[in-house]
């Protein structure tokens, strides 16, 4: 398998770049950043970090949204937090946060560990990080191993929690699901259109109760709208033999009037 490095982040003298800071030459940039700007919304008061996954059918996306810090304090070695602390933030001393991730094509899951998002960031924006002017790196395909992963069903909202957002995460890898995890916002969900999020039990619940509402009430079936049908003829008032009878009593008095006409002539 091959992967490329996919980074969304300022640098130190420049903003986001709105066509990446990293990534490869054939992604659709619009399709990607419409799946990870809102895993990106508030990372940088986040308590944890955001795992994404999303496939356009060609290309499937991964990655972790978080802000950089707390990515190098929970997630390096003691030597690379070291190394990281050059790139924390930018020369407002802003804190930065990052989307860091891959591209790939094809099946699997590929074995990208914490240390090989940093690697790929040292190689590939490091270099970049005091540029004045905003400009994308595209980067190359490289080798990756596969990891190995049982395929299983999955449900569309978990609770958040790490160990079982990196389970999932994986699964989604496998499966091919657009992911969101720790989503701690309605709003992402909808702006992201993710098929399976974890999230606090509130936004759960928020969330279902949304879609309940959505869902329309089922229809009547034939059946039902042939017994309304009878039971409204039924229901309706009879006609009254008075109103039943009204023509032959007007008939009637025809026939007297013309018969005292005539007599009243001869006479």
Same mark, same amino acid.
């Given at each position: $398998?091959?992967?490329?490095?996919?980074?969304?982040?300022?640098?130190?003298?420049?903003?986001?770049?709105?066509?990446?800071?990293?990534?490869?030459? +054939?992604?659709?940039?619009?399709?990607? $950043?419409? &799946?990870?700007?809102?895993? $990106? =919304? @508030?990372? +940088?008061?986040?308590?944890?970090?955001?795992?994404?996954?999303?496939? +356009?059918? &060609?290309?499937?996306?991964?990655?972790?949204?978080?802000?950089?810090?707390?990515?190098? *304090?929970?997630?390096?070695?003691?030597?690379?937090?070291?190394?990281?602390?050059?790139? %924390?933030?930018?020369?407002?001393?802003? *804190?930065?946060?990052?989307?860091?991730?891959?591209?790939?094509?094809?099946?699997?899951?590929?074995?990208?560990?914490?240390?090989? %998002?940093?690697? $790929?960031?040292?190689?590939?924006?490091?270099?970049?990080?005091?540029?004045?002017?905003?400009?994308?790196?595209?980067?190359? !395909? *490289?080798?990756?191993?596969?990891?190995?992963?049982?395929?299983?069903?999955?449900?569309?909202?978990?609770? #958040?929690?790490?160990?079982? @957002?990196?389970?999932?995460?994986?699964?989604? %890898?496998?499966?091919?699901?657009?992911?969101? /995890?720790?989503?701690?916002?309605? &709003?992402?969900?909808?702006?992201?259109? !993710?098929?399976?999020?974890?999230?606090?039990? #509130?936004?759960?619940?928020?969330?279902?109760?949304?879609?309940? &509402?959505?869902?329309?009430?089922? =229809? #009547? /079936?034939?059946?039902?709208?042939?017994?309304?049908?009878?039971?409204?003829?039924?229901?309706? #008032?009879?006609? /009254?033999?008075?109103?039943?009878?009204?023509?032959?009593?007007?008939?009637?008095?025809?026939v007297v009037v013309i018969l005292a006409i005539i007599f009243f002539v001869i006479s």
């Amino acid at each position: $398998m091959e992967i490329a490095p996919l980074i969304h982040s300022r640098t130190f003298y420049c903003d986001f770049n709105t066509n990446f800071a990293v990534r490869p030459d +054939d992604l659709n940039v619009q399709w990607a $950043m419409n &799946k990870i700007l809102p895993a $990106m =919304s @508030d990372v +940088d008061i986040l308590n944890g970090v955001r795992r994404v996954v999303a496939t +356009d059918g &060609k290309i499937c996306v991964a990655g972790i949204a978080c802000n950089f810090r707390y990515f190098a *304090e929970n997630y390096l070695s003691a030597d690379e937090r070291t190394e990281a602390e050059n790139y %924390l933030h930018d020369e407002r001393n802003r *804190e930065v946060k990052i989307f860091l991730g891959y591209a790939f094509k094809g099946s699997g899951v590929p074995d990208v560990s914490d240390s090989k %998002l940093w690697q $790929m960031f040292k190689k590939n924006l490091a270099p970049e990080w005091e540029r004045q002017t905003v400009e994308t790196v595209i980067a190359p !395909y *490289e080798s990756c191993g596969i990891k190995s992963v049982e395929k299983k069903s999955l449900d569309k909202f978990y609770p #958040s929690d790490e160990r079982g @957002d990196v389970e999932i995460f994986e699964q989604c %890898l496998a499966t091919q699901k657009d992911f969101c /995890s720790n989503v701690d916002a309605v &709003k992402i969900f909808e702006n992201g259109k !993710y098929e399976i999020i974890t999230a606090p039990q #509130s936004v759960i619940n928020r969330l279902q109760a949304e879609a309940q &509402k959505k869902t329309p009430p089922p =229809s #009547s /079936s034939r059946q039902d709208k042939a017994t309304e049908h009878f039971q409204g003829k039924r229901n309706q #008032s009879p006609k /009254s033999s008075e109103e039943k009878g009204s023509p032959i009593i007007l008939i009637c008095a025809a026939v007297v009037v013309i018969l005292a006409i005539i007599f009243f002539v001869i006479s």
